[in-house]
């Protein structure tokens, strides 16, 4: 990058700060007065800042319509769905994205299990809020007071006895949720279904969706899908990264975000790169349609 656009470009930040005056931007560039108010003069002729009456500099209104138009193009499920594909071939396993929509919590993609027991759900169907793991992280991510209204107009049915039973222990969980930033359905939908979660965040790190990885208890047991945790949340760590237009950290490995190695120089069970399956073989040829988790 030259050196003039890489100051121009460092003003930006600056500005984000509060407003500046000209001395104040040459003195954190360490220029001239001359040199700052040319890039400042440039910044200001294409709307990206404003000289105010006092004469200092904040960002333009061009900035925020440029970062709201972007926003609005941005496809989440475009950037994320090469990473479901490639998790799912990498853990054999139903893989889900979901977003929060006028007040529902809906299924936005799906790459669907290799094993002959599969679950029923598709794009665009409404989640279980109560339970679903992709609910609790987008929920838990709200305000504390919409999540409090949230919780407090939602029904709690009892799909099993695992069911969360009220609005009280549904704040409690989204607690823990917002904490540890995953959460989980263990047989709370069906009892046969498990699932684990994690967040999809933009670049002011509010939860923009979620992904998740589900299975029957007949193809892999709840522990062993919460062993493949590390790997859903580097996976949702990758999405974030490409949605939110960070670099990643480290770079990759042949450009995949869930190189399936290893986590603290451990492997991460439940399913290797080279496509074999995760511990525990489907129990019948035939397709059973269950509930989503």
């Known amino acids: 990058m030259s050196q003039t656009v890489d100051r121009a470009l460092s003003i930006l930040p600056l500005l984000a700060e509060g407003p ?11 220029v001239h007065k001359s040199t700052a108010l040319r890039l400042l003069r440039t910044l200001a002729e294409h709307g990206l800042v404003y000289r105010q009456e006092d004469g200092r500099y904040r960002l333009g209104s061009r900035l925020f319509a440029l970062a709201a138009q972007a926003v609005e193009h941005l496809d989440v499920r475009g950037i994320a769905h090469p990473h479901l594909v490639r ?3 990498t853990c054999g396993h139903t893989v889900h994205l979901a977003v929060h929509e006028e007040g529902e919590v809906v299924y936005l993609d799906k790459v669907d299990s290799r094993y002959p027991v599969r679950m029923y759900s ?18 838990a991510d ?5 999540r409090r209204a949230v919780a407090e107009r939602l029904d709690y049915p009892r799909y099993t006895p695992r069911s969360t039973p009220d609005a009280a222990a549904y704040l409690k969980e989204l607690a823990r949720v917002r904490e540890q930033g995953w959460a989980t359905d263990l047989g709370g939908h069906e ?50 990264r490409e949605y939110a237009g960070t670099p990643e950290p480290g770079g990759t490995v042949s450009g995949s975000p869930v190189p399936g190695g290893t ?30 988790a």
């Open 142 to 146: 709200l305000p504390e007071p919409e």
């Open 191 to 240: 009892e046969s279904i498990n699932c684990v979660a994690a967040p999809v965040r933009g670049a002011d790190g509010r939860v923009v969706a979620a992904l998740s990885v589900s299975a029957p208890n007949v193809v892999v047991s709840a522990d062993d899908l919460l062993s493949l945790l590390p790997l859903v949340r580097r996976t949702a760590d990758a999405v974030s």
């Open 20 to 30: 500046a005056d000209l001395g104040g931007v040459a003195e954190r560039l360490d």
């Open 122 to 139: 598709r794009v665009g169907k409404t989640v279980p809020m109560t339970v679903a793991a992709v609910a609790k992280l987008i929920l």
């Open 263 to 292: 986590v603290s120089g451990s492997p991460v069970p439940g399913g290797t790169v080279s496509g074999s399956p995760v511990p525990g073989a489907p129990v019948a040829a035939s397709e059973t349609p269950n509930k989503e």
């Open 87 to 89: 998790l799912g071939e």
